[in-house]
């Protein structure tokens, strides 16, 4: 009977530990680093990333971290991580400028046409999905994406005559 007893309390001392040391892992199922899956836009979402703008006299690189939460659209960029973030709050249906991104350039010799994007289009553009590109006459975009991942493109490039947008995806929450 002694012998029953003893083992019952180490079965109850091994399944409290095991408990508790599941419990203090540190794996959040919250975020979901790049889904294998395809990505609706109509899912609350993160992206991180880099960007580099290329122009005819300039390059300006920076990083940018985009948001959606239902309807609301946050991206904050920044030229590095020691200086100030430019933050944009937008709604699902509104145009997000270009100028906005490239902020420091001549805007006289940037296409006026292509100024503003709708921010619906430009997630779609960075998920590589399709878009009607008559609304943006000019517009070239290239996707790359990894062997490994066919979901989310590692590159966008968004060309034009007067500069060009290449988009970094670095990490994808869902």
Known sequence: MDNYNKKTCELIFFLIISL??????????????NQTEDNKI?????????????????????????KKNNKLIEINIGKSFLLPEERIVLNIDEDLEITKIIHN???????????????????????????????????????????SNKSLPTRVVLKTK?????ILNKNFYE
């Open 20 to 33: 508790f040391i599941a419990s203090c892992s540190s794996t959040s199922y919250l975020l979901k680093p």
């Open 42 to 66: 109509a899912n609350n979402f993160s992206l991180e990333g880099k960007f580099k703008v290329s122009m005819r006299d300039s390059k300006k690189t920076g990083y940018f971290f985009l």
């Open 105 to 147: 350039a001549n805007h006289n010799t940037l296409d006026k046409s292509l100024d503003n994007i709708r921010i619906n289009d430009f997630i779609r553009i960075i998920f590589g999905l399709e878009i009607d590109l008559s609304s943006y006459p000019g517009l070239e975009i290239i996707n790359d994406f990894d062997q």
């Open 162 to 166: 007067d500069y060009e947008l290449m």
